[in-house]
């Protein structure tokens, strides 16, 4: 096991030897265990057309697959005065893995740095807990729109945090946070660098050698140590049907990036439940830093989802729009850059999430369907999503191409084993990179893929 302590678990070490023998036992008398095992299996058929210089051909027609088990194992002590101690370890193990440094042959998004087995301390904290106030510090996991866990395949993103919440005004939740460390989850390996990596959730630098460390906020988003991510939000909910959230982030040296979100919702006589949603994402560039590709922030990412419930169907359409940039200095094009695992977008794909990039226009329609009016925990999905990617669009420089995306979700929980979940997703993906403008230029061609994943959650 690897993995460092940090300053707020030698505080909390410290607190708690303050407490006398007495104290210790009761509140580790009253401690409980928890945990996940998961099982996941993926295989990706690629079919990939590139050459490179309209010569050499740089991609080929291959499989890649990876099977994983593993999970985290949590304790949390019980409460005195308010104040307890939890901690989990966080593991992936390969099972019947082929050439693990050969890239085309294993997948990398189920695994560690250099495709490896890995256990390390992904949770270690201190939180306090006084009437509507709750105090949290030191390594844990965030879910929050511009910042969270992803948790999408193996392992998911973990951050080093210090998050204070309040819900003394009626209906109202109050949260300022500071974050000072993120550690890239499993998916974040399936990025190398640049626009495609910062627009999709991940570092603008090669972060593949960094699963499982918990490194400086700016030294994983763009390469330079910053004094981490400022957050402030309210989120509000006293109006019936509806739901409103405001959440500012202050990324040091990097950006502003605010998050405001509408959701509102109800029921007909009939039964029929109808539901709109819209989003706003702002980012300014703020401080100084010396990375080309964020000296100049400027963006804008809107979307609106409209949708209807009907028994046990539930079926939506979604559309989104980003801005764009003809200004060279701005290295993005006016793409929104995500570098901490945060994906809130309506018209994300189950992969493709180009709804981020410079002058993209994206849609998206879903269906759901639960079963259990048939005596069965079984709940059905399928969706499709397109994006019209601009020229501007910073992955394919110079080329506007239509990226498209179609897949199931099939989650069933078996009635003899109700903390089980099993869970088969697929995705078909085409020409989720495309150049054609230039027969000599690199990369020419295009890359789609057919994608089945097998997921297995025992929750204890």
Known sequence: MRGTVSLSLLASALIVNAFGADDLTGMFSEGKVSGQFREFSISREVD????FGGAARLGEDYTRRANTIGGYLKYDTGAWN???LGAAVYGTVGVHLGNRTDVNDVDPTLLSKDNRNDFYLGEA??????????????????????????????????FEAYVLSNTDVKDTTLIAAHVTKFSQGTFGRAYTSGVLSATAGYSLVDARGQTGDFTNMG???IGEKTDGVSVAAAIYSGIPGLKLQLWDYYAHDILNAVYAEANYGFSMANGVAPYVAAQWINERDVGSNNVAAVKKVES?????????????FDIYGAVSHNSKDTDADNGTHGGTISPWGGM???????????????????????????????GINLNTSVYHTEFDMD??????????????ESGFDIIFVPESVKKLQLRLRANYTDDFYARTVDATASKNGTVSWNEYRFIANYNF
């Open 48 to 51: 990939d057309t590139r050459t």
């Open 82 to 84: 308010g104040l307890s």
């Open 125 to 158: 904290y201190l939180q306090y807990k006084n009437g509507n106030t709750a105090f949290k510090a030191g390594r844990q996991k965030l879910d929050t729109p511009m910042a969270g866990s992803d948790d999408a395949r193996m392992l998911p993103n973990l």
């Open 219 to 221: 030294d994983y988003a």
């Open 300 to 312: 804008d990412f809107i979307a609106t989802k409209v949708g209807v419930k009907v028994a046990n």
């Open 344 to 374: 809130p977008a309506y018209t994300q794909g189950m992969v493709t999430r180009h709804q981020f990039m410079g002058g993209t226009d994206a849609w998206k329609v879903a269906g759901n369907y639960d079963w259990k009016n048939f």
């Open 391 to 404: 020229t501007l669009n910073g992955y394919s420089a110079g080329e506007s191409w239509t990226a498209k």
